[in-house]
C-alpha cells in the first residue's frame, strides 16, 4: 500500500494537507498530514473520503434522461454522445436566444483554481452566458472587511495561543474550521477567558466563560452597543484612532445610538451579558476575535460584520502577538484564476444566484442550465420555486456532479466529475496560511472526468478555443507566478498589522466609518414569530457528503417554544412560513435560544419527511452591504404535523 500527499480544497478555511493510503489505484484510507495547520489530524468528513468516491451513488458514467424530469429514469450513454449533446443545443439556444440565455450556476464545492474561475469562466465568456453572481456566502463579510481594512491579513490560527481572552463572534470551529480549536484550547489552558457570541449553545459556547445568545439579525446593535461602551467607559484607544482610523466621531455617534439598555432589548439578551462582554475583551492583552459568517446572513449582514471587526481598532488589539481578529484570510491571496486562464472581461448581464428560482419560474429567459460545483436543490433559498423551474421542459438542465443528488435528478444530461483526489488541484486556505498544488492521489472512478478537461473539450467544441489557451499546467504555473513562489505547499508568514505593514485601504487607515450608509439597522422582518437558521453540521460541506448521512433530521426548538405550541420530543411538526413548509421530527433542547429553531444547512430531500430542506422557508432577499443571501432572515412558524397551518 502506498502512501500519497494530497490536500483539501472542500469549503472549510482550513485548506489540510493529508495523506492518502492507495492500493490498485483505490484510495483506502485519508489521514491528515503531520505539518503546517493540519498537524496530523482532519475532519470526520474527509475522513470517509472512501465513502464518497466509491459509493452506491457515485456517478461513473454520462447518463441522459428518457422520462419526465424528476422522474429519475435515465439511460447510460457515452462522452461523446453526452458532450456532443451539449454542444449542439448550447449552439441553439445561442443561435435562437443569444448566449445569455445560458446561465452557469456553480459554488464552492471544490473552492480550486483548476476547478472554478478558470476553465469554467473561459467557456462561458466566450459563449456570451449570463454571468452569476455568487452570493451565497461571503460576500457581506468581504464587503466590510474591504471597507474597514482593505481586507488586511488576519491573525492566523496559532497566535490564538498566546491570547489572554478569545471572542468568537458567530463561528462554530466544531462544524468547520477544526484546527482552531488546539490553539483555543491552549489559550484556556494558559488562564485564557473564552467568550461566544451565537445563539445556540455549540460545544464551544458551553465551554466559554461567557455566552451570548442574541436573536439572529442583531449582532449589528450588539457590536455598536459594545463598541460605544468602549468610548463611553474610557477603553477607546484615542492616540491610536487619531493615528490609524478614519470617522471615528462618526462612528462613536452611531454606537451611542445604541446604549446597552437599547441593545439588550433588541437582541433579547441580559444587559449585563453586553457589559460583561465589553468589559472582558476591553481589559484583557492580547485579546483575539474571531468572527465568522453566521452574522453576515441577514438584511444587516454587512453592517454587523463591519461592526464586529471595528471593535479591535477601537480598543486597540493590534501589536502583541495573539491580539487582533481574523475573518477570511482569502484577500491575502492575490490570485487571479481568470487571468490564469485568459478569461477576458465580460459585460453580459448578471444575475444572484439566490434568484435562481425566480430567473427559471418568473423570468424564464434562461434556456439552458449548467450546473457544477454546486446543488441548488439543497442549497438555493425559496426551494420550491427552485424546483418548479427546474422542472419546465423547455429548460435544456446539464449537471455535472460526483454524486447524484437532488439536482442532478431534474437534469437532461449528467455528467461524472472526479473529486478532488482524482485530479489536479490548485487551491489555498482562507484561515490556514497554505498554497497547495498537488497531482492527482488515484486515477479517477469510473468514466469521471475533471473540470479542467471537460471544460476545455467543451470549448474546443463550441469553437471558442483560441491559440495559446493555457492547460492545467499553464493555469498552475500562472498562479504560482502570481504570488512569486516556486513549489507548494507554501507556508507563507502574514506578518502582523501595524508592525509589518498598514491596513489595505486606498489610504493605509482603518474606515470606522466607511460611509453614512453603513449601520443602519434595519428591524426584525417579523418580531413576533420563530427565527430560522441553517448553521453547518459537522459531517457535511454545504450539502457535500449529504448522500452518506442517513435518517430524518431534526428542528431544534427550545422548551419554552415547544411548550407554548404543544409539540412533543420526536413528533413530527410542519415549520412552515408562505415561502412553503417543511415536515420533520422535533428535538426539544435548550441549546437553542427561545424564538429560534434551528433546521442543519444542506440537508437532502431524503432528510425530511416532505422533501423540503430548509432553503424552502428561506427567502431571496440580499443583505445591507454585498447583496448577500440572507438564510437567517427566514421567520416560521410550528404545529404538529397533524394539525393544519393557518
Known sequence: MATVSSSCPLDCPDACSLEVSVEQDRVQAVRGADTGTTAGFICSKVARAADHLYGRERLTHPLRRVGPKGSGRFERIGWDE?????????????DAHGGEAILPYSYGGSNGYLTEGSFDARLFQRLGATRLYRNFCALPSSAAAEAVYGRMPGMPYAAYAEAQLVLVWGCNPHATGIHLLPHLRASRKAGGKLIVVDPRRTRLAADADLHVAPR?????????????????????????????????????????????????ATCQVPAAQIVELARSYAEASPAALRCGWGPERNRNGGSATAAILA????????????????????????????????????????????????????????RALFVYNCNPVATCPEQARVLRGLAREDLFTVVFEQVHTDTAELADIVLPATTFLEHREVHRGYGAYVFHDRPPAVVPHG???????????????????????????????????????????????????????????????????????????????????????????????????????????????????????GLRAGQLVRVFNELGEVVLPVEVTDKVRPGTVVIAKGLWKRHTHNGAASTALCPATLSDFGDGACYNDARVDIVPAEAQPS
Not at 453526452?82 to 445561442?94: D, E, F, K, N, P
Request: hydrophobic share 40%.
Open 311 to 366: 471593535l479591535p481598532a477601537v480598543a486597540n488589539k493590534f501589536g502583541p502577538l495573539g491580539g487582533g481578529f481574523t475573518m477570511s484570510n482569502s484577500g491575502y491571496w492575490k490570485l487571479d484564476a481568470g487571468l490564469a486562464a485568459r478569461v477576458a472581461p465580460s459585460r453580459t448581464r448578471q444575475v444572484p444566484m439566490t434568484s435562481l428560482g425566480r430567473v427559471l419560474t418568473d423570468d424564464r429567459s434562461i
Open 447 to 565: 468514466e469521471a472526468r475533471s473540470n479542467a478537461r471537460v471544460f476545455t473539450e467543451l470549448t474546443e467544441r463550441l469553437g471558442l478555443a483560441e491559440p495559446g489557451d493555457p492547460d492545467e499546467a499553464g493555469v498552475a504555473a500562472a498562479l504560482a507566478a502570481q504570488m512569486g513562489i516556486e513549489g507548494a505547499p507554501h507556508h507563507p508568514d502574514p506578518g502582523r498589522p501595524f508592525q509589518d505593514f498598514e491596513p489595505w485601504t486606498a489610504d493605509r487607515t482603518i474606515h470606522l466609518m466607511p460611509s453614512a450608509a453603513w449601520y443602519a439597522y434595519r428591524p426584525d422582518p417579523a418580531p413576533e414569530r420563530l427565527a430560522l437558521i441553517s448553521p453547518a453540521l459537522g459531517h457535511l460541506v454545504s450539502s457535500t457528503f449529504g448522500q452518506l448521512m442517513e435518517g430524518l433530521q431534526p428542528v431544534q426548538v427550545h422548551p419554552d417554544d415547544a411548550s407554548e405550541r
Open 82 to 94: 453526452a458532450l456532443g449533446t451539449i454542444t449542439s443545443r448550447l449552439l441553439q439556444v445561442r
Open 216 to 264: 439572529p439579525g442583531t449582532d449589528l446593535p450588539l457590536a455598536l452597543a459594545v463598541a460605544g461602551w468602549l468610548f463611553e467607559h474610557g477603553h477607546a484607544d484615542r492616540d491610536f484612532l487619531t493615528a490609524h482610523a478614519t470617522g471615528v466621531e462618526a462612528f462613536r455617534a452611531v454606537c451611542a445610538s445604541w446604549p446597552v439598555e437599547r441593545a439588550a
